[in-house]
């Protein structure tokens, strides 16, 4: 009996035990079938850059995501929220219909090398360790392409923004974001400023949604905040809202005690 790829893909992320499928398959299957997805996974990255296969993944994955929506015209001012059409578990394990380097797992994809994602990014550090290496990126969607954007692009009402993360160091995080208008959105968790568990796969990790940018003007300002431990930035909604400018925000005064932050900025 053939072992689905999507069970062995679970295992040898740690999700689910081999053990507990034993009265299935037998061990020597299931061995023999891991070690088999581990060759094809280190051969994918012997013959393909980091960097490249982990910017591949996002913009595949944000591209499969936003087919639909484009289709039917999304990009309206009602909500900058745009719900995706696609389960989030494509994110980890796209099918080789979808791509052919999708074949390896997110475990086997690690990470580029810190220094040369933020010259590429030009993410800006709010305050805390150099060493922290977390990061939040953005990619906009580009007709059929999602394109990665640095830190101080140019954007424009209704581009279609993608968010994932790097965690680096930290397993605690809340990503929010503040417009031209002082506008605050929560964008992870989606519905809370108080911190939620990052996942650590390796290689950076998309939100389950998208965002159409609304008509506020000057700039849309992104902040990742995150910690080794757990919470809550539900103060800065008690902040005078004038006050809210992206100088306001570089500053870091608002961040509770023990966190760092990483913030991007989008000039409209």
Do not use: W
């Amino acid at each position: 009996m053939k072992i689905p790829q999507l069970l062995l893909e679970e295992i040898n992320l740690g999700e689910k035990k081999a053990e507990d499928y034993y009265d299935k398959y037998s061990k020597e299957e299931l061995d023999s079938a891991l070690e088999e997805l581990r060759k094809s996974d280190q051969e994918i990255l012997d013959e393909y850059s980091a960097e490249k296969m982990n910017e591949l993944f996002v913009r595949k994955s944000f591209e499969k995501k936003n087919e639909a929506l484009l289709n039917a015209g999304a990009g309206k001012k009602s909500s900058k929220k745009i719900l995706t059409f696609i389960n989030p578990a494509f994110i980890r394990y796209a099918a080789a219909a979808v791509f052919v380097l999708a074949l390896a797992s997110p475990l086997a994809v690690k990470m580029m090398n810190p220094s040369a994602e933020e010259s590429q990014t030009g993410t800006e550090r709010v305050k805390g360790s150099v060493n922290s290496h977390h990061q939040i990126r953005l990619y906009r969607q580009a007709g059929s392409d999602a394109v990665l954007l640095k830190n101080g692009s140019k954007a424009k009402e209704n581009d279609l923004i993608q968010i994932a993360y790097i965690p680096g160091e930290y397993e605690y995080g809340v990503i929010f974001s503040i417009d031209g208008n002082k506008n605050l959105t929560k964008h992870f968790p989606e519905d809370s400023l108080h911190s939620a568990k990052l996942e650590k796969t390796g290689a950076e990790v998309p939100l389950s949604f998208s965002y159409s940018l609304d008509d506020a003007p000057d700039y849309e300002c992104f902040i990742f905040v995150a910690s080794k431990n757990e919470f809550d930035l539900s103060q800065i909604e008690k902040i005078d809202s004038s006050k809210l400018s992206v100088s306001f925000l570089k500053k870091g005064s608002y961040l509770p005690e023990n966190c760092d932050g990483s913030i991007f900025v989008l000039k409209k």
